[in-house]
């Protein structure tokens, strides 16, 4: 029994630190989850559009494939889901960037699962004085111009 909890904990731990992708038709919600002590971590989103075969269930020929939102979709994202461990995101211009108007869109988003260990560590490094140079410098005299 405590080999076979230690397996499943191994797993879901292997698991939440792989990439994610999920993908949601314009229109729709798109569900961003973590299992229990871990959080969503952006890596990468875009809306708009990459691909012709992605929510395009007319199978429209003339779609724009060079739509992008990266740098936008990435940053709106970060903010709206970052360190929360279930995110639902409206995929709708209302919400994210405005780019291709006559195209329809669909939202891309990478993500990790991050432990909440990983979160709080990243943070307390944060907090940390960054000095610059050999730390031994402030205590040496060599340095020291003498009148």
């Known amino acids: 029994m405590f080999i076979f909890v230690l397996l499943s904990i191994l ?3 292997m698991q939440s630190s792989s990439t994610h992708t999920k993908l ?15 959080y ?9 559009r990459f ?10 020929p003339d779609i724009d494939t060079h739509c ?25 211009s209302d919400v994210l960037p405005s780019v291709c108007p006559d195209t329809p869109k669909y939202l891309e988003a990478q993500y990790q699962c991050v432990s909440h260990i990983e979160v709080a560590e990243e943070v307390r490094q944060r907090r940390l004085p960054h000095l610059g140079g ?3 410098d402030l205590w040496s005299d060599r340095n020291v111009m003498l009148n």
């Open 134 to 136: 050999n730390i031994s």
């Open 51 to 60: 691909s012709i075969s992605v929510c395009n269930n007319y199978a429209r």
């Open 40 to 48: 969503v971590s952006i890596i990468r989103a875009n809306y708009g």
């Open 24 to 38: 949601g038709c314009e229109n729709s919600t798109l569900s961003l989850s973590c299992p229990p002590g871990f």
């Open 11 to 13: 797993v879901e731990s």
């Open 68 to 92: 992008s939102s990266q740098q936008d979709s990435t940053a709106q994202l970060r903010k709206m889901c970052n360190k929360l461990d279930i995110c639902h995101v409206p995929v709708h």
